[in-house]
């Protein structure tokens, strides 16, 4: 099989959403051609939605090195550079790639991503709007649109442009999760969940659909709400910030029950070995029992009419 | 002939050993249960059966685990014996670091190795069973003998 099949065979099943089957076409191809800048470029996207950023950026250095001016990869090099928080290195991509080529939407969505990760909403603005005018009825850049106004507290802007996005794409997910959040803010908590869940439902790992599963499930029961919301912050920490947390956990309970025994409250320093040994068992549970929970909110979902 | 298939940077590349491969949440389980003696070895060599892109990288963290709490045990006793530290509360809470040292670099080598074993799982690979018989028989039956093989305060602090 030759390499132009191949690589049309990866962007189609990309566009189909299937990603394992984008990756098996393209590792085939690299079998064959390991120069083929493309795939590499390609493969580091579909590694980046699997969150699998050491090998995403791997791809994308080498996808660089084998054809440095080419637009995917240094498409892929600024994405990936974004999802690692290195802020400098992501804008030097954008740049060379808008001075490429500067007509493209989705390269003004990524410097407005870039400048809200660094918290300049001026330039955001700017970004997202010359990303609608070069595509005033893309779902992405009308999503993009909506949330900057979400985050901005512009509730009746936010849902105009989700509206938009939702109309031209009915299952976009940014615009669902914004149209979620702000249906939530109205006390809509059955409609918030469904978008949520229509989410969910595409990929069950999607953090800030949990964050609006999570802000339902507050809304009804803070308690339940508290626990979602701590599995989803988890979830979002990544590895070695969550052992952090756990070790912080973990040294103020040593500090606490050598404090009480010092203090002379034993009975109290055996009630915080009771509740850490409670915990401890809850950590090794906690990832299925909260996987079950969500399969059973993914199960039992059944979209209303109005929907 | 058969073309070589383009592996990823950060899939495992399991051998020979990957039958005694288990999940990483058994020795990090022994390292609690058992102890140092065996949590930090069988962690560094979890990642060679199931041939961990970073084993190399695990290796030299188990190894650092090791060192540091030898030094960390060593700096204490010192600090006991000569009395810069002089109440036993003190001396708990000084025994902390000790313990925040070895369940820091446990829980690193965990992280790195569970994402290289869930791909190896995603592929087809299988794990032992007997990761948690293990943990188990290290932390109740054999942590006793091996912390009593020498009456060396050193000895209990650093392999506990």
């Known amino acids: ?307 | 002939m058969r073309r070589k298939a383009y592996r990823l940077i950060d899939e495992p590349s399991p051998g020979a050993m990957a039958r005694i491969a288990v999940e990483p949440i058994w020795p990090l389980l022994a390292l609690m249960l058992a102890g140092n003696w065996l949590g930090m070895p069988w962690l560094a060599l979890n990642g060679f059966a199931v041939g961990s892109p970073t084993r190399w990288r695990e290796s030299m963290l188990a190894a650092l685990g090791l060192l540091g709490s030898f030094l960390l045990a060593f700096g204490l006793s010192y600090a006991w014996q000569a009395r810069f530290i002089e109440s036993e509360h003190v001396l708990r809470y000084a025994l902390l670091s000790l313990v925040v040292w070895k369940l820091a670099f446990g829980y690193l080598i965990f992280s790195l190795q569970s994402a290289t074993i869930e791909l190896y799982q995603y592929y087809g690979g299988v794990l032992g069973r007997f990761g948690l018989p293990v943990a188990l028989l290290g932390g109740f039956l054999l942590r006793g003998m091996v912390l009593g093989l020498f009456s060396s305060s050193i000895w209990f602090l650093v392999l506990s």
């Open chain 1, 1 to 307: 099989m030759n390499t132009s099949y191949l690589l049309e065979l990866a962007h189609q099943r990309l566009d189909c959403g299937q990603l394992d089957g984008a990756m098996d076409a393209l590792r085939q191809l690299l079998g064959e051609d390991p120069d083929c800048a493309q795939a590499h470029a390609l493969l580091a996207f579909c590694l980046l939605d699997l969150r699998r950023l050491h090998a995403a950026k791997h791809e994308a250095r080498l996808a660089l090195a084998i054809e440095p001016e080419l637009e995917l990869a240094l498409h892929a090099a600024a994405a990936v550079a974004l999802a690692s928080r290195q802020f400098k290195a992501a804008r030097q991509y954008i740049d060379r790639l808008l001075g490429v080529n500067p007509f493209r939407p989705g390269y003004h969505r990524l410097l407005a991503d870039l400048q809200r990760l660094q918290r300049k909403p001026r330039e955001q603005l700017q970004a997202l709007t010359r990303a609608l005018e070069l595509e005033p009825d893309g779902p992405d850049s009308l999503a993009a649109m909506a949330d900057y106004h979400r985050d901005q507290g512009a509730r009746d802007k936010a849902e105009h442009f989700a509206s938009q996005a939702l109309a031209i794409q009915p299952d976009h997910a940014g615009a669902l999760i914004c149209m979620g959040f702000l249906l939530l803010r109205r006390g809509e908590l059955e409609a918030a969940r469904e978008h949520a869940v229509w989410v969910l439902q595409h990929d069950a790992s999607d953090v800030q659909a949990l964050y609006l599963m999570s802000a339902v499930k507050a809304r009804r029961n803070p308690l339940l709400g508290t626990w979602w919301r701590y599995n989803s912050w988890m979830m979002e920490l990544g590895s070695v910030r969550s052992i952090i947390v756990l070790l912080a956990l973990f040294v103020c309970y040593r500090a606490g029950v050598i404090f009480a025994n010092q203090q002379g409250y034993e009975m109290l320093a055996e009630g915080v070995q009771w509740a850490w040994l409670a915990l401890v068992l809850y950590t090794f549970a906690a990832p299925q029992m909260f996987k079950r929970s969500l399969e059973k909110e993914l199960a039992g979902v059944k979209l209303s009419r109005d929907f």
